[in-house]
């Protein structure tokens, strides 16, 4: 295979939020690479299935800001018992993916006679040393094994449904919202991927790009610093494609120009936060962006009324940090409806995105028409995004 040929991909994200990390893959493709394009096999709970370039398909570890991870499929065949998994496994051709290591496997089965983890495990372990023995590893990947960081060489999924098995190479390693691009992190942030959806679905309600974004309760400043970088590339971290003997022994293939510092969905970003030493962090994260992070208090009497304005905010779940809030006002739903308010006073924005337990529902009312509503997990706790019009 060729780092040009086509190959199949399945792009991993958070549960039932997939048609946003579509929006996002639509225009990073037609961003970086509208002359390639790519084809969507099919959209399921937690994940997209695309067809692209090999080359390209790897390279969007780099570019989209919104999965958990990204992986190339190798195969799909039919077995019922490990003896047939490890031949099935033993004579696959893994020369283009391997580089001799013992390769980490995560597998899962439903409805299949092939179901016992630790029995798949070995089949494909074994498989795979097979193979080796067959068709010893050349020296210079194992010079480049040696060397490796261990954590990030790819692991193979392994999938059984119903008797009919799928193989596939994780591109990623550690999980994508790990940019190491952020410093330090405040109390319970959301996880960056899951703040990149969600500024996906607030950026379908925006009529132009002057609006500044404002985070009353910002914390670490996670939604500002996603939104300042939608379009960065991802150049600080290892990722376990590069360590693929294809790409080895080719990464010309893999140094197409993308597009630097486009056009971005926002004019300018604000956040607020009482807590000093979060301020600190924040602002720190924030060096050399043109991100601003203030001390404040949402509660307060102060006017911040900044047009035209959008705000999106993470408030306190009590049950996730263990506060109480303002003061000691307990956290239920008057409390989400008392920030709501406060947000319209202090901020006057147009439109307003925040996370809500899920067992809070909010209904339109003569303040606010709710405009979206997004279910998801954050933190195993189950919230909903709710984007909300203010009434002028």
């Known amino acids: 295979m060729k780092l040009t040929d086509n190959a199949l991909f399945f792009i991993v994200y958070p549960m039932d939020l997939e048609d946003l990390g579509l929006l996002e893959l639509k225009e990073k493709f037609a961003l970086h690479f509208e002359d390639a394009g790519f084809s969507l096999i099919k959209q399921i709970p937690g994940g997209l299935e695309i067809e692209c370039p090999l080359s390209i398909g790897l390279r969007l570890n780099t570019i989209l800001r919104t999965p958990t991870r990204i992986l190339l499929r190798l195969g799909e065949f039919k077995c019922r018992d490990a003896p047939k998994l490890f ?9 283009p993916w391997l580089i001799g290591q013992i390769p980490e496997i995560e597998s899962s089965s439903t409805n299949s006679r092939l179901f016992d983890s630790r029995k798949i495990e070995k089949a494909i372990q074994d498989g795979v040393l097979q193979y080796y023995r067959h068709k010893p590893v050349k020296k210079k990947y194992l010079e480049h ?16 449904v119903d008797d009919v098995c799928t193989l596939s190479l994780d591109t990623t390693g550690e999980r994508l919202h790990l940019r190491n691009e952020k410093i330090l992190t405040g109390l319970a942030p959301i996880r960056e991927n899951l703040a990149a959806l969600l500024l996906t679905e607030l950026k379908t309600h925006l009529k132009n790009d002057t609006y500044t974004l404002i985070d009353p ?84 009497k102060a006017s911040h009324k900044i047009n035209p304005s959008i705000a999106i905010m993470n408030p306190p779940y009590g049950i996730r940090v263990g506060v109480r809030g303002s003061g000691e006002e307990e956290i239920n739903l008057p409390y989400y409806l008392k920030v709501i308010e406060a947000v319209k006073n202090k901020f006057s924005p147009e439109i307003l995105g925040i996370i809500v337990p899920a067992d809070y529902r909010l209904k339109t009312n003569n303040s606010f028409t709710i405009k979206a509503a997004r279910a998801f997990k954050n933190g195993g706790i189950d919230v909903v995004f709710y984007v909300l019009e203010y009434a002028q």
């Not at 031949?87 to 020369?95: A, P, V």
């Not at 094994?145 to 059984?160: H, T």
């Not at 910002?218 to 003997?245: M, Q, V, W």
Request: some cysteine; glycine content about 4%; proline content about 3%.
């Open 87 to 95: 031949q099935k496994i033993s004579k696959f051709n893994w020369s």
């Open 145 to 160: 094994l040696a060397a490796s960081n261990l954590l990030n060489l790819p692991k193979i999924y392994f999938r059984s």
């Open 217 to 300: 309760m910002c914390g670490s400043g996670t939604f500002l610093f996603e939104a300042a970088n939608e379009n960065a590339i991802t150049s600080k971290r290892d990722f376990s494609y590069l360590h693929l003997p294809l790409v080895l022994d080719d990464k010309n293939e893999l140094k197409q120009l993308l597009v630097i510092n486009p056009k971005n969905s926002f004019a300018n970003f604000l956040g607020f936060e009482m807590n000093a030493e979060v301020v600190s962090q924040a602002l720190k994260n924030c060096e050399g962006t043109n991100i601003k992070i203030e001390m404040g208090n949402l509660f307060d």
